[in-house]
């Protein structure tokens, strides 16, 4: 029987970014996603970073009878659970319902997060999505390990919130090859 994990370590990608190899297609292709949580029990979730929507924050807001002027879209999270509002941001703002993810960087998801940003309590840096990625336990390994899958790189503020579109799967691309690159010397 083959040893699931070889080096006797099970590889954790919370706060990594995961970054579509240029051969990958589909909704995934060019897609730059933060993983927020990787379990080997309840599986690995991550939002995707890199594809706004037409819908604006102040949308949402409105919709729960609150008021925002900001002009921030939202971004399309993933492809589950699509009505989950989640808010990706620096780790120095927090709410009732805050994780941190990594040095830097954490999520919430609760209604306070709302009426902080109504009443312009907000975070100097961060991104809210509609929508998660999500994979079963040892899916994703899986998807690595595949001839087109994904890469890795460590997060940071300057690919997660400066970017978005092909311009963030660029930068976070280069910082895929830097990385691997640097490991070798």
Known sequence: MAVP?????????????????????????????????????NGTAGLVLNKPTKIRVGDI??????????TEHVYSGGP?????????HEDNWYSSNTLQVCRGLSITSDDIMMEKLSMGNDPLAWRMCMGIAGWHPGQLQKEIDGQY??????ADGSIVFAKDGERQWNQA??????QTIDSYF
């Open 5 to 41: 994990y070889p080096t006797g370590a099970r590889q954790n990608y919370q706060g990594k970014l995961l970054v579509a190899h240029p051969k990958m297609t589909g909704y995934f292709g060019r897609t730059v996603i933060l993983i927020y949580q990787d379990d080997p029990k």
């Open 149 to 154: 899958g994904w890469l890795t790189c460590d």
């Open 61 to 70: 807001i409105a919709d729960r009878g609150m008021a925002y002027a900001g």
């Open 173 to 178: 691309l280069q910082k895929c090859a830097n």
């Open 80 to 88: 589950v659970s699509e009505s989950a509002v989640i808010m990706l």
